[in-house]
């Protein structure tokens, strides 16, 4: 979406793959939850080619070298409960050291307004490198209301990763939080009478945890 320079569609073809998987109705719960994983892990190679390197010195069985390792040792992964706890396990695959925070939201399903009802953040989160995650960036509201909260906190490094967005949620968010580099998996086309992604994957939350 060129209007949106902090907004990256993955197109990946592996990624892309992964995705069609997880649209199939006969595809059952344990196998959406690896795959949720999976895709996770994979994005956030692209997720995170941005983040600053510093120069440090080290001893190979050949000899001494100055090599590249990550500045910023601070990562807080942020899943919106409770469909992001599926990607959780794959953005920590990656970064094992992440602390992981969480917000609670739901949608009242007459407004289709987002609710928070929890937020348990680590106390130095104003100065990590934050990820927030959601399988899906639908209206764009439960998104647009946990960057509300974690700027309100302080935290100024924030990225936000989803799977399926619809254009609807992407111009919300990208409009509501322009500094807030967001990654997504892939565009599907728009959004239902019922505010569903189409063609979407149905409810995550659901083929993630077998509540359905």
């Given at each position: 979406?060129?209007?949106?320079p902090?907004v990256?569609?993955?197109?990946?073809?592996?990624?892309s793959h992964?995705i069609?998987?997880?649209?199939?109705?006969?595809?059952?719960?344990?196998?959406?939850?690896?795959?949720?994983?999976?895709?996770?892990?994979?994005?956030?190679?692209?997720?995170t080619?941005?983040?600053?390197?510093?120069?440090?010195?080290?001893?190979?069985?050949?000899?001494?070298?100055q090599?590249?390792?990550?500045?910023?040792?601070?990562?807080?992964?942020?899943?919106?409960?409770?469909?992001?706890?599926?990607?959780v396990?794959?953005?920590?695959?990656?970064?094992?050291t992440?602390?992981i925070?969480?917000?609670?939201?739901?949608?009242?399903?007459e407004t289709?307004?987002?609710?928070?009802?929890?937020c348990?953040?680590?106390?130095?989160?104003?100065?990590?490198?934050?990820i927030?995650?959601?399988?899906m960036?639908?209206?764009?509201?439960?998104?647009?209301?946990?960057?509300d909260?974690?700027?309100?906190?302080?935290?100024?490094n924030l990225?936000?990763m989803?799977?399926v967005?619809?254009?609807?949620?992407?111009?919300?968010?990208?409009?509501?939080?322009?500094?807030?580099?967001?990654?997504?998996g892939?565009?599907d086309?728009?959004?239902?009478e019922?505010?569903?992604?189409?063609?979407?994957?149905?409810?995550?939350?659901?083929?993630?945890?077998g509540?359905?």
């Open positions: 979406m060129e209007q949106y902090n990256q569609i993955m197109n990946h073809p592996l990624i992964k069609s998987m997880l649209r199939k109705c006969e595809t059952g719960h344990k196998e959406f939850r690896e795959l949720v994983g999976e895709i996770a892990m994979f994005m956030l190679y692209e997720a080619r941005d983040l600053a390197t510093k120069k440090v010195q080290i001893e190979t069985p050949i000899c001494e070298a090599v590249d390792m990550v500045a910023e040792e601070r990562f807080v992964i942020v899943p919106i409960l409770r469909a992001g706890l599926g990607m396990d794959g953005l920590v695959a990656m970064l094992p992440a602390r925070g969480h917000i609670g939201m739901y949608r009242d399903h289709h307004e987002p609710i928070t009802y929890y348990k953040m680590p106390e130095d989160v104003a100065e990590s490198e934050v927030v995650c959601d399988p960036l639908a209206t764009g509201g439960s998104a647009i209301a946990s960057l909260v974690l700027k309100r906190k302080g935290v100024k990225r936000f989803c799977i967005a619809a254009p609807e949620g992407v111009k919300a968010l990208a409009e509501a939080h322009p500094d807030v580099k967001v990654y997504a892939v565009l086309d728009c959004l239902n019922n505010k569903y992604i189409v063609p979407g994957l149905g409810d995550a939350g659901d083929r993630i945890f509540t359905k």
